[in-house]
């Protein structure tokens, strides 16, 4: 069962990050660094994992953390929150609006509860696996969406530079099996996928505090989240992620990048 408080702790993990973001986002002092694997992390990205880190060992100091920025603490404990403070980092530093704050508790290794917040946009999503309770947009709970076909959805994903060339060929087939095609829209994209604007996101090289939030996030409102194989993601998975807004596209997309 997940601790009776977590929604209530969730909007407060959200809450924390809404100053940091307005303090750097487009401001001449962001100071941008460069970690050992080349990708970027700002002021903004340690402030916020940081407080979160303080707020998680207050609130529950027998949980553990996996975080972007920070070291890990206990990630074989009964439940492990995964953190990425600002993801789309590059999005973040080039003042476009569609980074995130991404947050998740898993419990026995399993993702329960997520977090996909966009303070530039004043949107956020909070969603659950665990109990009847549905995924929230704003505050207010999701209603059902109407079944869409592949061939007329949206497929979404970061950069054509996440895939290696045997993925992309995958990726492509796909591409070519659905409506429309989005790049360049981060963790948000899983956020609309969610309130079913977006139909499948297909993504890889994808680290857990990648794509650990956005699963209790889409499944409580009825989608699913796979990788590319089928499987449940968990902290060793392979990179590669599939989410869809709704079971039936998420097994369509699923038989074209196995075929």
């Excluded at 009964?78 to 999005?91: N, Q, S």
């Excluded at 497929?155 to 360049?184: I, N, Q």
């Excluded at 194989?229 to 968990?234: F, I, V």
Aim: proline residues 6%.
């Amino acid at each position: 069962m997940l601790p009776d408080e977590i929604w209530d702790f969730a909007e407060r993990l959200r809450a924390e990050a809404v100053p940091v973001v307005n303090r750097y986002f487009r401001a001449a002092d962001l100071a941008v660094e460069h970690k050992a694997d080349v990708s970027p992390v700002t002021r903004a990205d340690k402030a916020i994992e940081l407080r979160w880190r303080e707020m998680i060992a207050e609130t529950f100091p027998d949980h553990g953390i996996v975080g972007e920025e920070g070291d890990t603490i206990g990630a074989d404990r009964d439940f492990v929150w995964v953190l990425d403070p600002i993801d789309g980092t590059r999005a973040f530093i080039g003042g476009f609006p569609l980074f995130t704050n991404l947050f998740a508790l898993m419990h026995q290794s399993k993702p329960a509860f997520g977090g996909i917040c966009a303070p530039a946009t004043g949107e956020w999503w909070l969603g659950q696996t665990l109990g009847a309770r549905r995924t929230t947009f704003r505050g207010q709970p999701l209603g059902n969406r109407p079944e869409a076909a592949l061939n007329t959805c949206v497929l979404s994903a970061t950069a054509p530079d996440m895939f290696s060339a045997a993925e992309f060929e995958r990726f492509d087939a796909l591409r070519a099996a659905c409506g429309d095609l989005r790049y360049g829209a981060d963790a948000y994209a899983y956020g609309l996928v969610a309130l079913g604007t977006v139909g499948v996101v297909a993504e890889a090289s994808m680290n857990p505090w990648d794509f650990m939030a956005l699963i209790p996030v889409i499944e409580g409102a009825g989608g699913r989240v796979t990788d590319w194989a089928g499987e449940p993601l968990t902290l060793e998975s392979d990179g590669t992620v599939l989410a869809a807004a709704t079971p039936a596209l998420h097994q369509a997309a699923l038989h074209i990048l196995n075929d």
